[in-house]
């Protein structure tokens, strides 16, 4: 520090310490906050993570693809599920903010930023789901896969991950939710395969196909409203 | 003005009472929150910041209801909050961490914005480290860009939970300088345990200890309490509240003094430990000079 | 500060010598972490979740009470790959990233325990995630083998295997945390054991050598089969393990730069048991094919038989404790068939059964086929002085295992002889069967009902165990399934009265319907009488 460290006002002096007016600060409305929020929340976001677990999982579904061995389609849908499951591990690290010390007091409100990091895991986590099931489809006796179901399923699975990002976050007070994240998850998963067979969620294709997976769209639905809970709710006043 | 007004502010966590009847309120310029560990001061300074509703009690901040999401937005708007423990993104430069911060504060004009943080940044002495990504600065300089962030925006109540930790005596005083030209303009409300910071920095001082205000005034008025329970002598003396050899080879006792003592000026300190070291949780907060 | 607080002198220091002194804290600090891994949620959830659906399963009534000790020990060690082995890696890969995930490794790095031997600490401290694995499968395996009706005997190296999986995954969580610092690791490292159970249970896999290279192992045969028969190479497979597990531990001590001498040891125990047990493991068992054909060929060789009332019972070596079980049912379907058909044919006698090489290979055989291997059977039952033995699977102790001896008990009463294979039972017959099975006992009605649900066209009494069951068509199942949700006073006398005529194997459908006033659907011309065993 080799200046005077005084506070200029801000309408009054420039860094250099030269009397030029510089514009009055304005704020901008909640749109303009979110397109100028997009890139530095990207940059903020734990990409690398979710773009290993995902290529991990890409990597899954290959051997069976290039070795051209013929799996019975239920064997296909397993993997297919270890790939959810690792783009799900990956959508847990979505939501670490070590700035959420700062961060929490600002004005803008947690979930805008939460919502670009949402849209960002979405994208990436989607393309390489979409990759696992191109390489899936491109094996042998694979064209008839329920892939719509399936993707509802991953779908259900990556919102259950942000889900448990987000508690993860909000019970961080560094904010680095994902280590309760990731073992919430895998927890879930692991009550999920053990399920008994009225609610049985890793069903295989034939007769309970369909009764599982109206299950599944409602495990996703819960989850998304349940991550809009954990986001906005704020801890109530016990009077 | 008055910036902050809290009344009967009361915090639980299970079955610990964090903060039970805190009142005080904030005027322009810089108060002191003193109080030894585990007193409440972060929880306190989180409640200001918005950060945690209260259990109980009522708050108004810059004429705004925290309580309220309105009102906390408002309130939000005009705050700096340094944390005690803040974060950052290891990968950003000291630029674009503030920079984020400020759009967080709704700056979305970018040529505004960015004068706005060069200015913050140059105000805390970080200039020729904007290009630095965060992971390469040192414990200092991060204290210092925290800071930044809490300035950006211009805030006009500015809460800082023990900003000068990690500074050097250098550093100590040009943030000295710093805050009490803000505390010409802005109020600010600063938790430490530096009681020099008290003493130079703040018009007023509130002391918290197990949750409680224990003392709410001036910082001559907290040194004021331990006047005539001071003293030196050649030797330590077992009945004091703190006894210790100073520089000069004489000790210095707080406490009730022998006979014949030889009386010195308090400091802030000695009014501190007066108040905290002889406090047993029953008495009632000290208050001086009719501040409240 | 409520008084002057001086600086009391510091307690004399103990001063081992260096190398005890580090032993001791190391032992110090595998006791500290073994607690915390012990008292982990995740620990308690993976403990609770391994033993959650068995509790719930003896709570509700639905576990076996015949189970199979050596097939009990695959399905856990499946289990515990997953749930205590994955839980155990992620501890594991948390512990050792916990210095850097809190920041304090800067501080640790000048403590003077050196980090080779904190991580020695962190691996020690496993063994305790090993041990309650040990006791956890102990204990569900030893409420198994406490009950009556357990078969089969625990190999140790079999018990061991769960909690070898324990450390080796542990040894994977530590080796994961020394190599890349971040959590993400540990997780995708467990869906990476899930392939691999995934690729372990794979039929494609489980023809050849390759399976034994994986960590778990699955029967090459969907039921239990007797000791003798079984490929699973438990010691040297528990040897195999261990080997990984200490070549991991090298690995680790390597890494941070351990003694060289003790890295060397480390590494050498660790490649003879790995590649010793690796290797070997897979080595075809000459005797093996001799022992399968025998098992499938000629069971009466190698069993034991024992007589209970007039009815005797064979079975493979470690089954005896299934033949109460056996006894019940065929019992219970005695009773509901006429007095003078209780005993028709030569003596009743039971024989285990279990067709190796049709199981195995996912084979769908001809059914002439299958009436060469039955005829063929038979053949050897009479040589053994059982002849037409009524035949019966390694499995036991479900309604539907139930059903199915006791429908191959009501056709040997009915027919004088054992079922020969091939078509299904047709006219009245086969309804009488269905009745007779049906009006036994609660459990093979149960057991009846449960087959109708999963077959198609026909009511098939049959498991994987026993190919060639009966099956009766759905239209001859109808009426008799219909007929028993009548009060049951009414159709024994009515069944014993004209029971020559519905054994008869011409008695059509038709007569069935009359005799009991239940109405018979007509048969549809496109589907014909399809074909009958005659």
Request: proline content about 7%.
């Amino acid at each position: 520090m080799h200046h005077v460290s005084r506070v200029p006002a801000p309408e009054a002096v420039d860094t250099s310490g030269r009397a030029t007016r510089v514009p009055v600060l304005r704020r901008g409305g909640r749109a303009r906050t979110a397109v100028a929020l997009v890139w530095p929340t990207l940059r903020a976001m734990r990409i690398v993570p979710l773009l290993t677990a995902g290529l991990v999982g890409v990597a899954i579904v290959i051997p069976p693809a290039v070795t051209g061995s013929v799996l019975p389609p239920d064997t296909h849908i397993t993997v297919l599920r270890l790939v959810m499951a690792c783009v799900g591990i990956g959508v847990t690290f979505a939501l670490d903010d070590p700035a959420k010390p700062t961060a929490e007091t600002l004005p803008v409100p947690a979930w805008l930023g939460a919502l670009i990091r949402a849209v960002a895991a979405a994208a990436v986590g989607g393309t390489c789901w979409v990759a696992a099931l191109v390489v899936t489809r491109s094996g042998l006796e694979t064209m008839s896969l329920p892939y719509a179901d399936l993707t509802c399923e991953a779908a259900a699975v990556v919102a259950v991950a942000f889900l448990a990002s987000a508690i993860g976050w909000r019970r961080s007070p560094r904010g680095i939710g994902s280590p309760i994240a990731v073992s919430a998850l895998l927890l879930a998963m692991t009550v999920t395969a053990l399920l008994p067979a009225p609610v049985r969620l890793l069903v295989a294709t034939g007769d309970g196909w369909d009764a599982a997976h109206d299950r599944w769209a409602y495990v996703l639905a819960g989850a998304l409203v349940a991550t809009v809970g954990v986001l906005t709710v704020r801890r109530r006043r016990r009077r | 003005m008055t910036a902050v007004r809290a009344t009967s502010l009361a915090l639980r966590y299970g079955r610990t009472t964090a903060l039970e009847d805190v009142s005080f309120s904030l005027r322009t310029g810089v108060t002191g929150l003193l109080g030894p560990n585990g007193a409440g001061k972060t929880t306190l300074l989180r409640i200001v910041a918005t950060a945690l509703p209260a259990d109980g009690g009522t708050l108004r901040i810059l004429g705004h209801d925290p309580g309220t999401p309105p009102g906390r937005l408002a309130v939000r708007r005009r705050l700096g909050y340094l944390p005690q423990d803040p974060g950052f993104h290891p990968s950003f430069t000291a630029f674009e961490f503030v920079d984020y911060v400020a759009i967080l504060k709704e700056l979305t004009h970018r040529s505004a914005r960015h004068a706005e943080v060069a200015r913050v940044l140059s105000a805390v002495g970080l200039d020729d480290r904007r290009r630095s990504r965060i992971r390469t600065l040192s414990g200092g300089m991060r204290q210092r860009l925290a800071l930044a962030a809490a300035l950006v925006g211009d805030p006009d109540l500015v809460i800082l939970d023990e900003p000068t930790v990690g500074l050097d005596p250098e550093q100590r005083l040009r943030f000295r300088e710093l805050i009490a030209d803000l505390g010409e303009r802005k109020t600010v409300l600063l938790s430490t345990h530096q009681t020099e910071d008290v003493m130079s920095l703040c018009q007023e001082v509130v002391v918290l200890d197990r949750g409680r205000v224990r003392f709410e005034g001036t910082p001559s008025e907290l040194a004021g309490l331990a006047a005539g329970r001071v003293w030196t002598s050649t030797q330590r003396q077992a009945g004091a509240l703190a006894s210790w050899r100073t520089g000069t080879g004489l000790h210095r006792h707080v406490g009730d003094p022998p006979p014949g003592a030889a009386l010195v000026e308090p400091s802030i300190e000695d009014g501190y430990l007066t108040l905290v070291g002889a406090a047993t949780g029953a008495e009632a907060p000290a208050t001086a000079g009719g501040a409240r | 500060m409520t008084a002057t607080s001086t600086l009391a002198p510091a307690p004399a220091r103990p001063t081992p010598s260096s190398t005890d002194g580090r032993r001791q804290a190391l032992l110090a600090l595998a006791r500290f972490e073994a607690f915390r891994m012990l008292r982990h949620p995740l620990t308690i959830a993976a403990a609770l979740l391994f033993l959650g659906p068995w509790l719930w399963g003896w709570l509700s009534g639905s576990a076996n009470r015949y189970p199979v000790l050596s097939d009990e020990l695959i399905v856990i060690q499946l289990l515990a790959l997953p749930i205590l082995g994955g839980s155990a890696l992620i501890v594991a890969n948390l512990v050792t990233l916990r210095a850097h995930r809190h920041k304090v490794d800067a501080s640790y790095d000048v403590l003077v325990l050196p980090p080779a031997w904190r991580l020695g600490g962190f691996l020690l401290a496993l063994l305790s995630l090993a041990g309650v694995s040990l006791l956890l499968v102990g204990v569900r395996v030893g409420v198994s083998a406490l009950l009556p009706g357990a078969v089969g005997s625990v190999d140790v190296a079999t018990l061991v295997t769960p909690a070898a999986l324990v450390l080796l995954l542990g040894a994977v969580g530590v080796f994961c945390g020394v190599l890349i610092r971040s959590v993400l690791v540990a997780p995708l490292a467990v869906l990476l054991v899930l392939v691999l159970e995934l690729v372990a249970t794979m039929p494609s896999i489980i023809g050849t050598g390759w399976r034994f290279l994986l960590p778990v192992y699955a029967s090459e045969f969907p039921v239990p089969v007797p000791a003798s028969v079984s490929d699973r190479p438990a010691a040297r497979h528990l040897a195999y393990l261990v080997g990984l597990t200490v070549l991991l531990v090298a690995a680790v001590l390597a890494r941070a730069a351990a003694r060289r001498s003790f890295v060397a040891a480390a590494l050498s125990v660790g490649l003879i048991l790995a590649v010793g047990g690796g290797l070997t493991q897979s080595w075809p068992d000459p005797g093996m094919a001799a022992a399968r054909a025998t098992v499938e060929d000629r069971p009466a060789s190698i069993q034991s038989c024992v007589t209970r009332a007039d009815v005797t019972y064979c079975f493979f070596d470690g089954f005896g404790g299934f033949v109460s079980g056996w006894d019940e049912v065929v019992t219970s379907v005695r009773a509901v068939v006429p007095d003078s058909a209780a005993s028709s044919g030569p003596p009743l006698a039971v024989r285990q059964r279990v067709p190796l090489e049709e199981i195995s290979a996912y084979q769908t055989g001809s059914i002439a086929e299958a009436v060469r291997t039955v005829a063929a059977w038979k053949t050897a039952d009479a040589a053994a002085g059982t002849p037409e033995a009524v035949r019966v699977g390694t499995e036991w102790g479900d309604a539907r295992a139930s059903a199915v001896l006791a429908a191959g008990v009501a056709y040997r009463l009915m027919a004088g002889e054992a079922f020969d294979g091939g078509f299904s039972l047709c006219g009245a017959r086969a309804a009488l069967l269905v009745w007779l099975v049906g009006q036994a006992s609660p459990t093979t009605l149960a057991g009846m009902r449960s087959l109708d649900e999963t077959s198609m066209g026909a009511l098939s009494f049959s498991d994987v165990s026993t190919l060639f069951g009966i099956s009766a068509p759905d239209r001859a199942a109808a009426p008799a399934l219909a007929l028993l949700k009548r009060p049951s006073a009414e159709v024994p006398p009515l069944v014993e009265r004209h029971w020559a005529e519905l054994t008869a194997r011409d008695t059509p459908l038709e007569r069935f319907g009359a005799i009991f006033g239940v109405p018979v659907q007509p048969l549809s011309p496109e589907e014909g009488e399809g074909l009958c065993t005659t």
